[in-house]
């Protein structure tokens, strides 16, 4: 019986788990879109050459994003850097169907140097102007 009484409460608390995380994916019976994002490309480096390849973002590297959305043609990726939780630099790119995606380079005026983390957040304006995060991928800089 004892068995019986920690399998349901270990079936039930599995359960919550897995609708809170429907929930916070933002599926429901209604909701059908997908959408991902990449971890960075590196499109030009201040650090890597044909003979040093870097395994990574570096500071200075101008970098963009593999995108994929089924909930908006109109998809913008945020992307914000911090340094020991300071937030040092934030940029906002437009990743629209058809279109060239954008690009950002790691630098700003705050952000003088060093290794960051950072944060890419593909998402969309909803249709009461609030922006809506679809997908989201972290990263690390490196100096």
Request: hydrophobic fraction near 40%; include cysteine.
């Amino acid at each position: 019986m004892l068995q019986r009484i920690a399998l349901t409460a270990s079936l039930l608390g599995a359960l919550a788990l897995a609708g809170a995380a429907f929930a916070v994916n933002g599926a429901g019976s209604n909701k059908s879109s997908s959408s991902s994002i990449s971890a960075p490309l590196i499109v030009s480096s201040t650090t890597a050459s044909p003979t040093t390849p870097t395994s990574g973002p570096s500071y200075g590297d101008t970098i963009t994003f593999n995108v994929s959305t089924t909930a908006t043609t109109s998809a913008y990726v945020d992307l914000k850097c911090y340094q020991s939780g300071t937030l040092v630099g934030e940029g906002m790119a437009a990743f629209f169907a058809g279109g060239t995606p954008g690009t950002f380079v790691l630098r700003a005026p705050q952000w003088s140097g060093g290794a960051a983390d950072c944060t890419a957040d593909l998402g969309m304006y909803a249709t009461n102007n609030k922006w809506k995060v679809l997908a989201s991928t972290s990263f690390h800089v490196d100096a």
